[in-house]
């Protein structure tokens, strides 16, 4: 098993690598590789950073052109790679953030800016209220019947419009 960085331009180059699995840990654009199998067959297939490769049979060499010049790190071997370090699960978030906002009859406002980042949004109301995006009006906002509340998972600005004076409670949870 072997971890390799080379570097690969548009012309082939052979790279001493054999095994069952191929994966491309690193590549800033698609690489060329080119198998040469055992039995005397040659595959060519496009991989990118992250993709990898499993063969039935052992290759014996590989050739990798790319069409811009660059660095790669490549993994080859006989028994597979687990890499899970680009696995990543969000556990909570890492901020909760709170704010209010008064609303006045007819009139739709902003209660929450667009914010990159947030993770999910809850909003509490007092009186049945329409929510939704920049457009919002009574035909095509989401109704929440106050009190009540209602949670979005979105980075985009969220609005809102009630009949009667109201207020609008929001806590975003944020990365």
């Known amino acids: 098993m072997s971890v390799v960085k080379i570097n690969v331009s548009s012309a082939d180059k052979p790279v001493g690598l054999t095994g069952r699995f191929f994966k491309v840990l690193s590549a800033s654009d698609n690489i060329r590789v080119r198998f040469e199998f055992e039995e005397g067959d040659d595959l060519e297939i496009t991989l990118y950073q992250g993709l990898g490769v499993e063969y039935p049979t052992k290759y014996r ?20 790679m687990t890499d899970d370090r680009s696995q990543t699960s969000l556990v909570g978030c890492s901020a909760l953030m709170n704010h209010k906002t008064d609303l006045l009859a007819g009139v739709v406002s902003e209660v929450a800016p ?42 985009a600005a969220v609005y809102a419009l009630c009949a009667v004076n109201s207020t609008v409670r929001c806590m975003s949870e944020v990365n």
């Open 114 to 155: 667009l914010q990159l980042g947030r993770r999910s949004i809850l909003i509490q109301v007092d009186q049945p209220t329409y929510v939704g995006g920049e457009n919002l009006d009574m035909a095509n906002g989401v109704l929440v019947d106050g009190p009540g509340e209602i949670e979005i998972n979105t980075q």
């Open 61 to 80: 060499r590989v050739w990798i052109a790319s069409d811009i010049a660059q660095d790669v790190v490549l993994w080859a071997g006989i028994g597979k």
